[in-house]
């Protein structure tokens, strides 16, 4: 198969939607495996491991002559607050209250501040004012390990507050989100998978899809739908437009998961478990029905 996605990426992919549910470490031999099935050789997934070794995303550990790769906590920190994004049905509901962030980070730490922007775009801040930020969503515990981690509580204040004026909360959206850019990507994502979804079913149904194939096609629709994470800030039912199709498109992603997922479990495991013998599945992880994507529909009974 062509390689698409750089191999940093599908790593992250794999660690998110399966690793993770296996003890959280893999035989890199194993993961080399696994990867060749998207076109990663051996030598881009050593390079792009050692990398996220030094980036503090991966830890390594030898046992014998083999190398064993996992999350660090940093990592799975990072993973969970994926997860609680990317398996979610519906947009949230809305208690009326806005947060604010404001920061004034000295010009010796700018470092810091860039890195803040980025984490703060990619919790579903929107950007109001310079260095005043803002979001409906109840981030509390974000914000403050953010704030802990930069080591920022002399330059941050952050607010709970409810918005009287003068431009409606309409408006305040469209001024910190571009939600008719997010709509289109939205609906390019439906018209993409839409198809492909009906004629994977049939297949598999048929019994005219193998496992291999049905492992690269939901590690690739994972990865494909994860990128919603960076653009999509997430707001609550009330303050989206009337055509939102961002609740359309999670229950297609949540639909054609489900239907790869026993095949591509099956593929998973047999390599898996090959160079991690000892390794066993995590008892709560049911990979038909994520327990986020159960809770929400049973949120909505």
């Known amino acids: ?17 399966y690793i993770r549910h296996y003890g959280n470490v893999i035989w890199i031999g194993s993961l080399i495996r696994l990867l060749q099935e998207f076109g990663h050789n051996e030598q881009s997934v050593r390079a792009a491991i050692s990398r996220m070794s030094k980036q503090g995303w991966l830890q390594s ?43 004034t980070i000295p010009e010796e730490k700018r470092h810091i501040r860039d890195e803040l922007r980025k984490e703060l775009v990619w919790s579903g801040f929107g ?7 803002i979001t409906p969503n109840p981030l509390d515990e974000q914000i403050n390990n953010l704030i802990q981690k930069y080591e920022i509580e002399d330059y941050v204040n952050y607010f709970r507050a409810s918005h009287e004026g003068m431009k409606d909360h309409q408006s305040l959206v ?9 709509n289109e990507l939205y609906s390019q994502f439906i018209q993409d998978y839409s198809q492909k979804y009906i ?7 048929k019994g005219d899809m193998t496992d291999g194939s049905c492992f690269v096609e939901r590690t690739m629709l994972v990865h494909q739908y994860r990128k919603f994470l960076f653009v999509d ?10 055509n939102w199709l961002g609740d359309s498109a999670a229950a297609l992603f949540a639909d054609y998961y489900k239907t790869l997922a026993k095949p591509a479990n099956r593929f998973f495991e ?7 013998p000892d390794v066993q599945k995590d008892n709560g992880y049911d990979f038909l029905n994520h327990p986020l994507i159960h809770n929400q529909s049973t949120d909505k009974s």
């Open 61 to 103: 550990e030898k046992k014998g002559n083999k190398s064993y790769y996992s999350l660090t906590e940093r990592g799975r920190k990072r993973m969970d607050e994926a997860a609680e994004r990317i398996y979610k049905i519906e947009s949230p509901s809305w208690d009326g209250e806005w947060r604010i962030l404001v920061y």
């Open 1 to 17: 198969m062509e390689k698409t996605f750089n191999t940093r990426s599908m790593i992250f992919t794999l660690y998110g939607d």
């Open 233 to 242: 800030p997430g707001l609550p039912q009330e303050l989206l437009p009337k």
């Open 199 to 205: 004629i994977d079913k049939s297949k598999i149904e």
């Open 127 to 133: 950007l109001l004012s310079n260095s005043c930020w």
């Open 270 to 276: 047999s390599v898996f478990e090959q160079g991690n």
């Open 174 to 182: 469209e001024n910190c989100w571009d939600l008719d850019e997010i």
